[in-house]
Structures are given as C-alpha cells and as structure tokens.
C-alpha cells in the first residue's frame, strides 16, 4: 500500500494527484529529488516523510502545530508538517534537515553554528528550529533579537534558547 518512488521525470509533470481507490499518488520534489507517495491524501505530511519516504529529521511533538519539532520548509516557507495534508503539497518542493546541507555534505551556515555554538542538548527539537531559522535568515538576513523572538516560536524542553540566538546571530553574519 503506502510507499514512496523516486521518479526520473520531467518537473512540469510533477504537479499532479493520482487517484488511486482510496488512496493517491502525490507527486513533489523532497530534498531536491522528484517523489511519488502514495497514500491517503489527508494523511499528515509528517507522517508521509517518515513513514513512506523515510526520512526521521522532522519529529512529532504535540500534533497541534504548536512546539516546532515538525516544521519543514514547503516552497521556501516554515510549516508545520503535522497538521498539512499530503495532498495539499502536490507539485510543493519540500526540504527536511536532512536536505539543509550541500549535496557534497557540506552543512549550511546554520548547521555550522549550531555546532560551532554547541546548540543541542537531547537534540529531539532542533531540526524543526534549522528550518525554522532558516525562513527566518531567508526573509530577514539581519534578525534582530526581536525578530528572532516574533519568527521562532518552537519549543526547546532542555532550554537551550540562549545558545539557539547565538547560533542564529552567528549563522546571519557567516550568511552576511
């Protein structure tokens, strides 16, 4: 039933639903390479990442969009990934942590602080927070703290906020 195939296509035709019964084919591109899911189409696209793709970067926290530890980038925006239906993000070019870094495995600037600024503690939520920061460094490439606190609004039960803003500030002057 459910399952994920890599196709070798053509990007103009990867904007479609397939109907399958009860399921569908959704065709996206995750992580730079075009993927057909198949599945219901309001199953939550977290679940659809992790399960039939297998990627394990976005986690589940609260299922209520609320803590950040699922957030994905779909077309350049932070969203939650537990509450968007797969069938909303036919044709969306999804990018998980796992597809922040080069392609060489070279880490982007914001995983580079992370680790320069020793960020994580347990770790469980900071893949939503690197995509977060990242829209954030996207729309405004100087955050000031304020923005910071307005942009990132996920939830770090180990507490490391202080650590996170510097990451955040020494990743936007590395980007500068």
């Known amino acids: 039933m459910g399952g994920a195939t890599t196709v070798d296509k053509a990007p103009s035709i990867l904007y479609r639903i397939v109907y399958i019964g009860d399921e569908v084919m959704v065709s996206l591109i995750v992580n730079g390479t075009p993927t057909e899911i198949e599945a219901d189409d309001d199953k939550p696209l977290l679940w659809a990442l992790r399960e039939d793709v297998g990627l394990l970067g976005p986690k589940y926290g609260c299922g209520i969009a ?5 957030r994905v980038l779909i077309d350049g ?3 939650p990934s537990c509450i968007t239906p797969l069938g909303s993000v ?3 070019s999804v990018v998980t942590v796992e597809g922040l870094a080069e392609p060489d495995g070279t880490l982007s600037a914001i995983q580079q602080a992370w680790i320069d600024e020793q960020v994580p ?4 939520c900071q893949p939503g927070f690197l995509i977060a920061v990242t829209a954030l ?3 405004t490439p100087r955050p000031t703290d304020a923005d910071i606190d307005a942009a990132i609004t996920n939830i770090c ?3 490391t906020y202080p650590r996170i803003r510097r990451a955040i500030h020494r990743a936007a002057a590395a980007l500068a």
């Open 90 to 92: 036919a044709g969306a």
């Open 66 to 70: 609320e803590c950040g530890a699922c």
């Open 77 to 79: 925006e932070s969203v």
């Open 137 to 139: 460094l996207a729309e």
């Open 121 to 124: 503690q347990c770790g469980f």
């Open 157 to 159: 039960r180990c507490g």
